[in-house]
């Protein structure tokens, strides 16, 4: 085959394999597509794939292919975090600042530290952690991981839930949004290249100046505009933060998060969210399967998930357990605002993807981190509606104030 013709081979694999595991094993109670899209390239990767059929995967997956999917995949996951920056909606979250920055300043903490324990406990040696990573690093990048909420998939699971639109769902974005902010900023300092300083004091002094001028540019424009504008706007941060030591998942998201949400009508945003992940997201997925191994021992990497799922589910709802108490949530309230917030999914992944790229972790942490995120994605429906329902017949209308 030549190139063009086995990018088209890995390009139809990928988006059929899944969605026919998917429809035809009747499974998306419990894994929606996106989860199966995940494990799908785990399974075409060279841990699994690359194993069993070797001449396979090299016919296929040759380098001119990798890296075809991978300007693919870049795109696909910039304007993926360049939408959910858009989505946040920090007005909400000043105006109920009490509660949410107590209920997501415990949902990140909690689970944080019972990650960075689970880094310290076992994880840091020479497999596990990157060549390039100082300790702290390593253990604040693991813990964060442990702590993130998707808040993309979050929106999906709470419009599956009926709950997107009322206010109880409306509370939860809040929170995750809140968290969000100080993931990417936690993000920021792990990555921050002290040797070149200069470039990223200019990247804010620039930035800052340019987002300004970008909201007054897009409240001058027609909305018709706007769209064809926030490409460039997201190109030119992702480049700058790049540029600047940091990631371009960095600038992608900053690039999102400094422009107000009504500046584009919420219908279409939503549809593009939807397109994003349905055309482009899947080949993100391949290609960060792409990218796992098990050189360690397989056992070991699978007891390494397991340890650290348990430290972020765990984290995630003894941190909200303990907001709803200070907060005077019901314990049922707190177990479902907790369950929810606990999925990781495609952030965790992105997450990983960074520091995967800036050698803090190695290939062996990075598919224990996306196996973890695997399974706490598949826990959160199976485990939050049997208590929505219980709320909803106890509590009826009380349960959305």
Not at 366 to 383: I, K, Q
Request: glycine share 8%; proline share 4%.
């Amino acid at each position: 085959m030549n190139t063009a013709e086995a990018f088209l081979v890995a390009m139809t694999v990928v988006f059929a394999l899944p969605y026919l595991v998917w429809r035809l094993a009747d499974i998306d109670a419990w894994a929606p597509l996106v989860v199966v899209q995940i494990l799908a390239g785990i399974a075409l990767g060279p841990g699994v794939l690359g194993q069993w059929w070797p001449d396979l995967h090299a016919v296929v997956f040759t380098p001119p292919v990798i890296q075809a999917l991978n300007g693919v995949a870049w795109w696909a996951v910039m304007l993926f975090v360049f939408i959910a920056g858009i989505e946040l909606d920090l007005g909400a979250a000043w105006r109920h600042r009490r509660e949410t920055g107590t209920t997501a300043a415990l949902a990140l903490g909690v689970p944080l530290l019972a990650g960075g324990v689970a880094a310290c406990g076992g994880l840091m040696t020479s497999g596990w952690i990157g060549p390039a990573a100082l300790p702290w690093q390593f253990v604040v990048g693991v813990g964060m991981a442990c702590a993130v909420t998707a808040l993309p998939i979050l929106v999906l699971f709470l419009e599956r839930l009926s709950l997107l639109r009322e206010p109880m769902g409306q509370r939860i974005l809040r929170y995750a949004s809140l968290d969000d902010i100080l993931i990417w900023a936690v993000m920021a300092l792990i990555l921050m290249d002290w040797q070149r300083m200069g470039h990223q004091a200019a990247f804010l002094l620039g930035f800052g100046l340019l987002a300004w001028a970008m909201r007054v540019l897009m409240r001058c424009v027609a909305e018709q505009d706007r769209w064809y504008l926030a490409p460039v706007w997201l190109a030119v941060c992702a480049l700058a933060a790049d540029w600047a030591g940091l990631h371009y998942m960095v600038g992608a998201f900053l690039a999102g998060a400094v422009l107000d949400a009504d500046l584009f009508d919420r219908a279409a945003m939503d549809t593009l969210r939807h397109h994003v992940l349905m055309l482009l997201m899947p080949v993100f997925f391949l290609s960060t399967g792409l990218r796992t191994h098990w050189s360690v021992q397989g056992a070991d990497v699978l007891i390494a998930a397991l340890v650290l799922l348990v430290a972020s589910v765990g984290g995630k709802l003894l941190g909200v357990r303990l907001a709803g108490h200070v907060l005077g949530w019901s314990s049922a309230e707190a177990r479902l605002v907790g369950w929810l917030l606990q999925t990781k999914a495609l952030i965790m992944i992105i997450f990983a993807n960074i520091l995967l790229d800036r050698q803090v972790i190695t290939a062996d942490a990075f598919t224990a981190l996306l196996l973890m995120a695997v399974g706490s994605t598949m826990l959160t429906v199976p485990m939050a509606a049997p208590l929505l329902a219980r709320l909803r017949g106890r509590l009826g209308s009380a349960l959305w104030t």
